[in-house]
């Protein structure tokens, strides 16, 4: 099926880069917003500027949608998956194809136990440096989306090359992952170093960007994933760890992840679903991991203030 409309769910950093992208590519008409009532109702909720452009979003209301999406890009917090789950319901149906940027390593699983798992592409995205404030957000690296399949059956294929299709004819920045669970854990070994270490120093990138107490935090975190994975069969090296951390040593020093922005705005983080899933899969595995321990405490003692 060619897909020539998208539909995003999350209107954080993530899905208003990749919206605006496609905005630009597609046209007002051909990108949508699915939203809950709540925000739907807010005057001018659409209304953003990015890079110092001004966008008027188109957005739908997950209760009252009418048409069935083609694609759905989920780009909420983890925090945030049911509901967002339950807000584009009314816009699944057979044909229509699924694929997450959220961080961490569950997302998948959770939105094909609600929608179907022959409906989902994994995916991960890398490489963005968004500084946001409430409305606008700004960025000098775009990033890019990794995708594949969990299994290769014809349905899947078909899809990813559809996705492929449509990633190609809008000049989307991809790439296609032979084995995208090593892409998957190799990102959410990222995620744990990077946002959780930037978040509970008060940082932006260049705080681990920097010799010191940082950074050598960020990769003693990064290495306990390491450790897990492999008892997960997902061969994760140090030669992986050494890509990201090059990867991010390129962002820009005045950027600064997601989690850092809840901080910022007192808002729980995804601690969970970072530090506290490597604190689940090391006691599955009886590995230890006092690094992720200690920043999952230092973490829930900050929240706890708010």
């Known amino acids: 099926m ?49 890079n110092g452009k001004s966008y008027d979003f188109k ?9 069935k999406s083609q ?29 997450s940027l959220m961080n961490g390593i569950s997302s998948e699983k959770i939105i094909g136990e609600a929608f179907g798992m022959d409906k989902i592409l ?15 957000l700004n960025y000098i690296n775009m990033g890019y989306v990794c995708i594949g399949t969990d299994k290769e059956d014809e349905n899947k294929r078909n899809r990813l090359n559809d996705l492929i299709r449509f990633f190609d004819r809008t000049e989307f920045p991809y790439k296609v992952e032979k084995d995208v669970m090593h892409r998957l854990w190799s990102k959410f070994m990222l995620n744990v170093g990077v946002n959780q270490v930037v978040m509970m120093h008060e940082g932006t990138f260049e705080t681990i960007q920097k010799e010191g107490l940082e950074r050598d935090m960020m990769i003693k975190a990064m290495r306990e994933v390491i450790a897990l994975a492999e008892k997960e069969g997902i061969m994760v090296s140090e030669k992986d760890l050494e ?29 969970e679903m970072f530090a506290g899933t490597v604190i689940e899969y090391g006691r599955k595995h009886d590995v230890p991991t ?3 321990q200690q920043i999952y405490e230092t973490i829930k003692s900050i929240e706890s203030k708010y």
């Open 243 to 271: 890509f990201y951390v090059g990867l991010v040593d390129s962002l820009n020093p005045k950027g600064m992840p997601s989690m850092r922005h809840d901080g910022l705005h007192r808002i729980k983080s995804e601690v």
């Open 2 to 50: 060619e897909i020539t409309r998208v539909s995003i769910v999350g209107m954080g950093s993530l899905g208003l880069i990749f919206g605006s992208f496609l905005y630009d590519k597609l046209g007002s008409d051909n990108v949508e917003f699915i939203v809950d009532k709540e925000r739907a109702e807010i005057r001018d909720y659409g209304h953003r500027i990015i």
């Open 59 to 67: 957005i739908i209301s997950g209760d009252e949608a009418v048409s």
């Open 290 to 292: 006092p690094v992720n």
């Open 122 to 136: 994994f995916s991960t995205a890398e490489g963005m440096d968004p500084i946001r404030t409430e409305r606008s």
């Open 71 to 99: 694609l759905i890009i989920f780009a909420v917090k983890s925090t945030s998956l049911e509901s967002a789950i339950e807000t584009v319901r009314k816009s699944v149906d057979e044909s229509t194809t699924i694929i």
